[in-house]
């Protein structure tokens, strides 16, 4: 058994689960099979910690085809549930796309889908139950797991919110009306475990987020309401993926005032006497080709990799700029990739003075020590991943915004309904194709 227990776990009250049938597809269970299936992964939450009460009646859909609109039909009539399982036969990308749309946005239903015969294989169903509760924890508005304050630094001192910021952009072949979706995710505690996200729609192939002032305003508020707090931040460390080397300084130019400008709007005339907030903003790079190697077999890991948290802030960075090079995770196979991480504009770092105690004797050991610890705290993971978790977060946020709007971002025959795929391309897509149901608006319901 997979021992997984979260540091505050959450409640199910009212959840139950549906087995879509497919024509062509073979069902992985039967009655008997499903109810003993649903009866372990019940087990297997409440030893997570979780409160999980009996699941109500459970239902096999049968379907015509992808278009049947009784799916529709059956996910309303499931509207006053907490939680919705649905066991889809295959991985099939337009019924996934259906579903999250219409539960995210229409009905306000958290949803977890999983493939029937993954669910249904006896060999590492312990650690498929545990996967899926460390989603469904986080859907809940639970915390799966905490980094020793000792090592987030300021964030600690619960005065700091941490923002994660991406944009997606329509791929080749997507419909010419494909927007470009920005998202941003922000923290609402010191423990960093609840990042609830906001989407929205802009020009297509914008890099630059237009809305950035509205969508810093309404994280800010959820800071005061959802984290409890009776004060806004007093600092806010953005971390912004997606952005080429060349647009550097047009964060600067474009999207720094327009951070500044939501802070001049909600935030009292003396507290901006007194400079609060201080920004520090951070580009995320993924897609770079440098590599770091071992030159002692001492300081490898059993895949020959570099160990992880290792930092290079000299030699190959750039002279004129504040930039490092973060491992901080284990590749699973093959050289791994580190992100690179660039500071395009620093407040908070510098303003808590240049020394501090070893080995977190400088600025940039502070900075490079909370990036690092931030990259234990993803929700889905129980490692450290390859980027910081609020740059993982936006990214994940983006890619759910792409399940709404399949019908042009991928404009197959199968890809959306014909009356959604239609619509849309005879008008311009707007924001009300990725606002959340109130529901789910203020939760990680992208997770």
Known sequence: MVEVKFNRAG????????????PGYRDAFDQASLTDVIQRFRGALSATGIIVRPPLGGKRLVMNGPEDTQLDQCL???NDLDLLLIILPEHNTPIYNRIKRRCDKDFGIHTVCVVGHKLAKKTGQDQFFANIALKLNLKLGGTNQLVDSARLGIISEDKTMVVGIDVTHPSPGSSRVAPSIAGMVASVDRSLGQWPGVLRVQAPRQEMVSDLTD???SRLRLWKDVGKHRVLPENILVYRDGVSEGQYQTIIDEELPLLRKACEEIYPAVDQRRSIPRLTVIIVGKRHHTRFYPTKP???D???NTRPGTVVDRGVTDPRSWEFFLQSHAAIQGTARPARYVVVIDEIFRAHGKTGAPPLQTVADRLQDVTQSMCYIY???TKAVSICTPAYYATILCKRARCYLGGVFDPSPNSASPSIAGSMEET???NEE??????????????
């Open 11 to 22: 409640s199910l009250e009212r959840w139950s689960y549906l087995m879509v049938s497919l």
């Open 76 to 78: 309303q009539k499931a």
């Open 215 to 217: 969508m810093l305003k």
């Open 298 to 300: 001492a300081d490898a």
């Open 302 to 304: 059993r895949s020959s």
């Open 379 to 381: 929700g889905r993971a």
């Open 428 to 430: 311009t897509i707007g």
């Open 434 to 447: 990725v606002r959340i149901h109130p529901r789910l608006r203020d939760s990680m319901f992208y997770i």
